[in-house]
C-alpha cells in the first residue's frame, strides 16, 4: 500500500480504534453472546454443554489469529461493538493458516478430549455449509471482506451498526473497492439490504438446512451512504 492510500486509510478508519491484547476476553465474550443462536454457530457447537464457555475459549483464540492476519476495529474502549474484516490484497494467507493451527492446537489443550472430538467433527460438517469462493463467478478480484459484526444487545438500535459499518464504506467507495461479506443466518438478510447491500446469491444445503446468504455492495459516490 503506498503513502497515500495508507493516509485515506488512517484518515476513513479514525472513529475507530484498533483491538489490543487486553480486550480479547471481553471480546471473546461478546462474540460467544452475539454468536450462540447463530446457526452456523449452533452447527459448530451440537453437542457441546456449556456452550458460551466453549465459545468464549474458541472465539479467545481466533481474535488472537485475526488480530494479527485482519482489521479488528471497536467503536469504543467498552468493548461493546467489533467489527472484523480485511482487504484482500492485504491478507497473508500462509500466515494466517499458520496462526490458526496455533490456536487450534492451544484450544485442545484448554477443553476436554471429547469435547474437542465433538467440535473438529462438527466442523467437518461446518465446512460443507461454507463457500468461501463464492464471489469468484462474478469477476470479483479486489475487495473488502466484512467477516464479523457483533454488537451487545443493549447498545443495538443506537446507530452503532451504521458507526461501525460507515468507515469501512467511505474507505471502500474511495478505493473503488466492492464489500463482500456472507451469513448464515436468514434474520440478517433484511438488515444488509438495508444497508445497501445486494444479495447475489444463496448457497442451500438442504442435508443441514442451512444456508449461506452472500452479499455485495459495489462502490459508488461517498454520500450515498
Given amino acids: 500500500m503506498n503513502k497515500e492510500k495508507i493516509k485515506s486509510s488512517i484518515q476513513d478508519f479514525e472513529n475507530l480504534i484498533r483491538m489490543n491484547q487486553k480486550q480479547t476476553e ?25 456452550q ?16 494479527k492476519t485482519r482489521d479488528v476495529y471497536l467503536l469504543d474502549e467498552t468493548c461493546k461493538s467489533l467489527i472484523i474484516g480485511y ?8 500466515r494466517e493458516i499458520q496462526l490458526s493451527i496455533q490456536a487450534s492446537s492451544r484450544l485442545k489443550k484448554q477443553i476436554d478430549k471429547s469435547v474437542f472430538k465433538v467440535y473438529a467433527n462438527n466442523l467437518k460438517n461446518a465446512t460443507k455449509v461454507i463457500d468461501l469462493n463464492w464471489y469468484k463467478p462474478f ?29 469501512i464504506v467511505n474507505y471502500c467507495e474511495r478505493n ?33 438446512g442451512i444456508n449461506q ?11 450515498r451512504f
Fill in 139 to 167: 469477476n470479483i478480484k479486489d475487495f473488502y471482506h466484512i467477516n464479523i459484526i457483533a454488537i451487545d444487545k443493549t447498545d443495538r438500535g443506537k446507530g452503532k451498526f451504521r458507526a461501525l459499518l460507515t468507515p
Fill in 52 to 67: 458460551e464457555d466453549f465459545l468464549t475459549k474458541l472465539f479467545r483464540e481466533q481474535l488472537g489469529v485475526y488480530s
Fill in 213 to 223: 446468504y452472500n452479499f455485495v455492495k459495489d462502490p459508488g459516490p461517498v454520500n
Fill in 176 to 208: 473503488n473497492l466492492p464489500i463482500i461479506l456472507e451469513t448464515a443466518n436468514p434474520n440478517n438478510v433484511p438488515l444488509f439490504e438495508h444497508y445497501g447491500f445486494k444479495l447475489v446469491k444463496t448457497t442451500e444445503n438442504n442435508q443441514l
Fill in 26 to 50: 471481553l471480546l471473546a465474550k461478546l462474540l460467544a453472546v452475539c454468536f450462540i443462536d447463530d446457526p452456523l454457530t449452533r452447527l459448530q457447537t451440537k453437542n457441546i454443554n456449556n
Fill in 87 to 94: 482487504e484482500r490484497k492485504n491478507l497473508k494467507m500462509s
